[in-house]
């Protein structure tokens, strides 16, 4: 389908619309220097991917999530030995992490700005809603959007159920983000036309590592490239 039929587009919102996975790099960090005592990095690391793993159905997505795993994992790892001002120290990192300031991906609030004159513009993302209205307030992009949809999780599902709610078709929706396995996959499964605009660190549990071949997919290396495009 040509992207001539686009009438409504979507954002994805954590390294998409403002950076977010180089936070919870450097957290991480933290945490496995502050567990040095008890593990290596690298083995830190593994076991704290897996500690969210197991969680994630449970506590779904976001930083508070994340900092009910870091503690849990942080009490595992050193066998209930780890003294109360690591724990406190993790909670604090957890505040600071929700308290810090939005930093805009390059380009992407012009871009927002000239597509919102042609196209209904949705930010579609997951994680907790508390924490990604705050995100976009602080980040100042609300004016250029049409809809907030803040979710659990991106499924095809959803986005049937997202494409229904703005009165178009699936051919006529377009989602833009950094995730294949979020942005891209579904929203092709159901027709739709994806933009992937890779950011330069990924969670570990949103790769894909086959490439993705579909005539409604185009890889873009920044979100400027669409104001050429559409």
Not at 50 to 74: D, H, Q, R, V
Not at 77 to 95: C, D, N, Q, T
Not at 119 to 134: H, N, S, V
């Amino acid at each position: 389908m040509p992207l001539s039929k686009i009438q409504a587009i979507a954002f994805d919102a954590d390294d998409t619309l403002w950076e977010n996975e180089t936070l919870f790099r450097e957290t991480e960090q933290q945490f496995c220097v502050l567990l040095k005592e008890y593990m290596e990095e690298e083995e830190c690391n593994k076991l704290l991917f897996e500690m969210e793993m197991k969680n994630l159905p449970l506590y779904g997505y976001g930083i508070k999530p994340f900092t009910l795993s870091l503690i849990e994992a942080a009490i595992e790892f050193s066998e209930g030995k780890l003294p109360i001002s690591v724990i406190e120290k993790l909670i604090a990192i957890g505040k600071e992490m929700l308290n810090a300031p939005v930093v805009l991906i390059e380009g992407i609030e012009e871009t927002l700005k000239q597509l919102s004159s042609k196209y209904q513009l949705i930010m579609a993302t997951k994680g907790d809603l508390l924490d990604q209205e705050r995100k976009l307030t602080k980040s100042g992009l609300e004016p250029y959007f049409h809809h907030i949809e803040i979710v659990s999780d991106k499924t095809p599902k959803h986005y049937q159920n997202l494409v229904k709610q703005l009165y178009i078709e699936p051919h006529q929706f377009l989602m833009v983000g950094n995730s294949v396995k979020s942005d891209v996959l579904p929203v092709l499964e159901i027709g739709g036309h994806a933009f992937h605009i890779p950011f330069h660190t990924t969670w570990e549990h949103e790769m894909v590592k086959e490439p993705v071949e579909h005539p409604n997919f185009r890889l873009l290396s920044k979100a400027s490239e669409m104001l050429q495009i559409l």
